[in-house]
């Protein structure tokens, strides 16, 4: 490999939804150079690859953003910032216009108004959304894109950071690259649980499979605290597609109805955990499989429906094609996922304060990766994309470069070396991969227990995540591609080692199949109180209780 050095003023690591709305927001309001760096093409990479149908964060007519936010608060039963979901909720109908401007198509009813779904949601044509956001990204001034770059590590000295390190997907190239300021934007983490389908379907997941938790994982080893990774996101599910339902939901009304045809929701709840709980215990008592109720929905609706699926999810639209079975005709039968960790939809993530900036200074976070505000989505990415894109400007001014330290530099190629020249390892990545989903699965919380465990069982899963993590030391790369694989496997293993530990933490069970611990089933009036955070000290995670109230610690 050769080294290349680069230096920018503004890091944003990841080309997603943030990602790429931090590069224009900073471009039109600085001068400051600024790269992106992503692991894939950002044409098409991160949740918004595929596209999606609507904007599920958007406060309509006769709404307000404290609207939003007591929603947000109340769906994750008070275990979330106020303070940040508001900075949010304020700013998503102007990052909506914005997108609008783009040339999103936003559907507008006769008067000109936007279509709803529900009291938060717009409906909109977004197969294209992500080509038109980096499309714009890559149009902004001083703003520079690497694709197919894999960023494996932050140089962090005394709490600030000062770059990253990474390495050429498509190149034999080690990249050193000096920053005033970074923004995380690398999307939250799945692939730690083993998912529903195996093999060769084994990808048909809920969440992208290459979204592997590197943020949280470089975050967690350089000691930046971390907030309620027990609070886990599992989708409930069209079955095999692992196509959304909201859209079923929400667009035609469609219940969740047991196999005998009765209408389970309202008697488990109908929060987002709830939804999936319901599920979960009307199979385990008998009364499944389980259904969204759209037989006898209209010849409009099917229509509305296969459109509606061809923007964000078209396994599920050709799969009613090739059955020659429509929703109207039969109804869509409905499954948990495995548990995702993403601070998108839940709160887990970077503990931040409200200019997105984590405990390491000069290190802002920003979409999934960001903790303490669920039910972000699309347009909550976007507004904490801004948010921290202002925010690295002015720290830019505050702050000035630092060159490389020469024997960092050394250790982290001498890494990617040894992994690149090894030949003794008795063992693939795939398998050590596998071998950490299983653990998971059975110990801490996966489906094969329907989403339950104890503390006894995640004793066992910590200790053997920690016998593949030393595993992973030998593993041998034939190329940069694999060489990739090895990092994301080592980024999941270190993000499972604190799930594990947030879930112990919480000794209660405050959101059913999320954090669902047979030790203690019910809620606990205390913890209802704390944030479960944690940091890595000395080769082990620390845990830390902080108050809601004052985010003071109590422990």
């Not at 931090?22 to 600024?34: F, L, P, Q, R, V």
Request: proline content about 3%; glycine content about 10%.
């Amino acid at each position: 490999m050769r080294t290349e050095y680069i230096t920018t003023d503004i890091l944003i690591i990841g080309g997603g939804t943030a990602g790429c709305y931090a590069a224009i927001t900073a471009s039109e309001n600085s001068d400051k150079k600024i790269l992106i760096c992503e692991k894939a093409d950002i044409r098409r990479s991160g949740c918004l690859a595929a596209g999606v149908n609507a904007l599920n964060a958007y406060i309509t007519e006769g709404r307000t953003p404290q609207d939003y936010a007591d929603y947000c608060l109340k769906d994750a039963d008070g275990i979330a910032r106020e303070d940040l979901l508001l900075s949010i909720s304020e700013r998503l109908n102007d990052v909506t216009r914005r997108l609008e401007e783009l040339g999103l198509v936003i559907l507008k009813n006769e008067n000109g108004r936007y279509v709803t779904r529900g009291n938060r949601n717009i409906k909109i044509n977004g197969e294209n959304i992500k080509p038109l956001l980096a499309g714009a990204a890559k149009r902004a001034e001083n703003v520079t894109v690497i694709d197919h770059i894999n960023i494996f590590d932050l140089d962090v000295k005394d709490n600030t950071v000062y770059g990253a390190y990474g390495f050429g997907i498509e190149n034999d190239v080690f990249y050193v690259i000096r920053a005033a300021a970074v923004i995380i934007a690398t999307g939250g983490a799945a692939g730690l649980y083993k998912p529903n389908n195996p093999g060769f379907s084994q990808h048909k997941m809920w969440y992208p499979p290459f979204n592997t938790g590197a943020g949280y994982a470089m975050g967690i080893m350089h000691g930046a605290e971390m907030t309620t990774f027990e609070m886990r996101f599992i989708a409930l599910r069209c079955k095999n597609t692992i196509a959304p339902t909201g859209t079923l939901a929400q667009g035609v009304g469609a219940k969740q109805i047991n196999i005998l045809g009765d209408v389970y929701e309202q008697k488990y709840g109908i929060s987002t955990s709830e939804r999936v709980y319901g599920t979960v215990c009307e199979n385990h008592e008998g009364r499944g499989p389980c259904f969204l109720q759209t037989r006898g929905i209209t010849d409009e609706q099917d229509k509305s429906l296969l459109k509606a699926y061809l923007n964000m999810a078209p396994s599920q639209t050709l799969k009613w094609i090739e059955s020659k079975r429509m929703p109207s005709e039969e109804n869509v039968e409905i499954e948990g996922t495995e548990p995702y960790i993403v601070g998108g939809h839940t709160a887990s993530g970077f503990w931040i304060d409200n200019d997105r900036q984590t405990t390491i200074n000069g290190l802002f976070a920003a979409g999934d990766v960001a903790g303490g505000a669920p039910q972000k989505y699309v347009t909550g990415a976007l507004a904490e994309g801004e948010i921290a894109a202002l925010s690295t400007i002015a720290y830019c001014g505050k702050n000035s470069f630092h060159e490389a330290d020469p024997g960092s530099v050394k250790e982290h190629f001498d890494e990617l070396e040894r992994h690149l020249s090894e030949t003794v390892s008795p063992y693939r990545t795939e398998e050590l991969e596998e071998a950490m989903q299983t653990i998971m699965d059975n110990y801490a919380g996966g489906i094969r227990s329907n989403y339950r465990y104890n503390s006894a069982g995640l004793d066992i899963a910590d200790l053997r995540i920690t016998e593949l993590t030393e595993l992973t030391e030998a593993l041998h790369a034939d190329d940069m591609q694999e060489l990739m694989y090895i990092y994301e496997l080592r980024e999941r293993l270190i993000v499972c080692k604190s799930v594990i530990a947030h879930l112990k933490a919480r000794k209660e069970t405050r959101w059913h199949s999320f954090a669902e611990n047979t030790d203690h089933p019910e809620k606990s009036e205390g913890f209802g109180r704390l944030f479960v955070n944690s940091v890595y000290e000395n080769g082990r995670i620390k845990i830390i209780l902080r108050r809601i109230d004052d985010r003071e610690a109590v422990i």
